[in-house]
């Protein structure tokens, strides 16, 4: 590919609007441009790079025995409805009528589609299991698109489904597909790791997302410093043994405190230690109150707040809700004398509190030497909140740190959470009908890209791993107005592409300085400049990831390519 003409637009200066190296350095090099928040186009060179990690996806997905196929994006609104997931997924989906009033939605995923396509066309047991996949853009409506690509409300994913007869098979199946993705994720040359998470809106029980180590990441990455585990902040269970004092319990009583709602200004106004104080959080799960209790230094965890009662949705009241079910407002909550309408849970730290400190649901107003089990009692003590750096590992070993990380892929367990709803049964050997058992997994190609930079970058540009680089060479007339320098250029262009290397050859009429920048910035693996040796048959290499530069003459240059680029 000729430079002259090749489209990519390169900037000198940072955007104001970019925040992450990844999308400063997509938009420096011209891989993508902005069409709207969180809507990009991808110029030719990002394009490269996307079909090589979309190459690199299929490839291994193949290898692992699934079959591609191609859904559309735009899905009845009756599929989801059927499935449950029309009022659950909530505002991410986008949703629009045609012109015959019909509802629609754009696609952020396909379990709906799938599942009828095979309920309809698979019905004997012979024909699984069966993985099918595809490689398409979803839309999702982001409320806060940033990041660039690695948060946007359109981008291109790779979503697989798989269909077994029994659980079992669904394990094998599951397990196939976590070792491919393995196997795509180090050949993309990722510090990545699989860590066990929520399956949120999909369903499902369990799970892994494939999370690429970064400081940008938008998700927390609980691990042990001494074991394999690891997990999202959102699901990591909590391990501790928690001790009560021995200290006499005195008489609860009402205490004035004006203006302070937080857990530290309480705790300063009463000069309290946090670990007495209880923390009270309404929320409304599937339409009912329910006041959640943690220790002062705790975080309230709303996924396992979710799982705990199987909700479909779990929202933190809002103030019309505090008054209704509470009179009082945030701050001020707590779980004496509570309404019999309003449930009580607690985390296990909270039964260990002696003389604690809450809200006496009156405004401006805290209650002292409150008592569980004494003063209020909690229907259930379980597990409510986050995990913290400094917690024992839930598996035993060491103890917790955390990481932040970028989600690249997710594989979850489905079970018959979409065959049931939509009737996908199939004949079993007994000729009995029987739910099919299934499988999703998704990979964001494009995110996937973002997340590459972020690893493989430096102060000049990007460093692409040479699996996904969009050229292998790159090719350097220094002036492409002497005659020798642009033979040989153009000579060498020719050999190389014929042996069927990808070569960008840069034949612009530019400063030296102008091409040095723009070729550490695109990236290339392996840089050929043709400078003032040219009439002596002699080129320069450069290796973009280390900086090492050698004089090579032409004869040796095929031996040297083949060296580092294959």
């Known amino acids: 590919m000729r430079q002259n003409t090749y489209l990519a637009p390169t900037l000198r200066d940072v955007p104001n609007d970019a925040e992450v190296i990844s999308h400063q350095l997509m938009l420096r090099a011209g891989l993508i441009r902005q069409s709207a928040s969180g809507v990009y186009s991808f110029l030719p060179l990002g394009l490269k790079v996307l079909q090589k990690v979309e190459n690199i996806v299929r490839d291994e997905m193949n290898r692992a025995g699934a079959q591609e196929m191609f859904m559309p994006s735009i899905q009845p609104a009756e599929l989801w409805q059927e499935s449950g997931r029309w009022d659950a997924y909530g505002p991410e989906l986008m949703r629009f009528k045609d012109r ?190 329910v006041l959640v209790l943690v220790r002062g230094d705790h975080e309230v965890n709303d996924i396992k707040i979710k799982h705990y009662f199987e909700a479909e949705m779990v929202e933190l009241a809002t103030e019309d809700e505090t008054t209704k079910w509470l009179n009082s407002e945030t701050g001020f909550l707590g779980p004496v004398g509570l309404d019999q309408q309003v449930t009580l849970i607690a985390d296990y730290a909270v039964e260990m509190i002696v003389n604690g400190v809450c809200g006496a649901n009156e405004i401006d107003k805290h209650l002292k030497n409150v008592n569980p089990g004494r003063d209020f009692d909690v229907s259930a003590y379980t597990d409510l909140r986050n995990i913290q750096e400094g917690d024992p590992s839930p598996d035993g070993k060491g103890i917790i740190k955390f990481k932040e990380g970028i989600e690249v892929g997710h594989v979850f367990k489905l079970g018959t959470k979409y065959s049931e709803a939509l009737g996908a049964t199939f004949l079993n050997d007994q000729g009995k009908a029987k739910p099919m058992v299934m499988g999703s997994y998704g990979i964001g190609v494009s995110r996937t890209v973002a997340a590459i930079i972020e690893e493989h970058h430096d102060e000049n540009g990007i460093v692409w791993p040479l699996s996904v680089a969009p050229f292998q060479l790159h090719l350097i007339p220094v002036n492409i107005k002497q005659d020798d320098q642009r033979e040989l250029a153009e000579k060498l262009y020719k050999q190389l592409t014929d042996k069927r290397y990808d070569v960008l050859l840069d034949d612009r009429a530019e400063r030296p300085g102008v091409k040095f920048k723009d070729a550490d910035l695109f990236g290339i693996p392996l840089r050929i400049t043709i400078g003032k040796k040219a009439n002596e048959g002699i080129v320069e290499v450069k290796v973009r990831k280390t900086g090492e530069m050698i004089e090579v003459k032409i004869d040796e240059l095929q031996h040297i390519i083949e060296n580092y680029v294959g």
């Not at 948060?151 to 070792?179: H, I, N, P, T, V």
């Not at 970064?214 to 902040?233: K, V």
Request: with cysteine.
């Open 100 to 289: 015959h009033d019909r509802e629609f939605a754009l696609g952020p995923t396909h379990e709906e589609v799938i599942t009828t396509i095979v309920r309809d066309d698979v019905s004997s047991y012979k024909k699984l299991p069966m993985t099918l996949y595809q490689i398409q853009t979803k839309f999702r409506d982001e409320r806060r698109p940033r990041f660039g690509i690695l948060r946007g409300r359109e981008f291109l994913m790779k979503d697989a489904y798989s269909f077994d007869r029994d659980f079992e098979g669904l394990d094998e199946s599951y397990q196939k597909m976590y070792d491919a993705y393995t196997k795509i994720f180090t050949r993309f040359d990722l510090n990545f790791r699989a860590v066990v998470a929520d399956s949120g809106a999909m369903g499902g029980k369990d799970t892994h997302e494939f999370m690429v180590l970064s400081n940008i990441g938008e998700d927390t990455i609980a691990y042990s410093d001494s074991s394999d585990f690891a997990a999202n902040i959102e699901i990591a269970p909590v391990n501790v043994t928690y001790e009560q004092s021995n200290e006499p319990k005195l008489e609860r009583e009402t205490v004035e405190t004006p203006g302070k709602k937080s857990i530290e200004d309480v705790s300063k106004f009463l000069n309290v230690n946090h670990k007495t104080c209880i923390k009270s959080m309404l929320f409304i799960v599937d339409e009912k109150p």
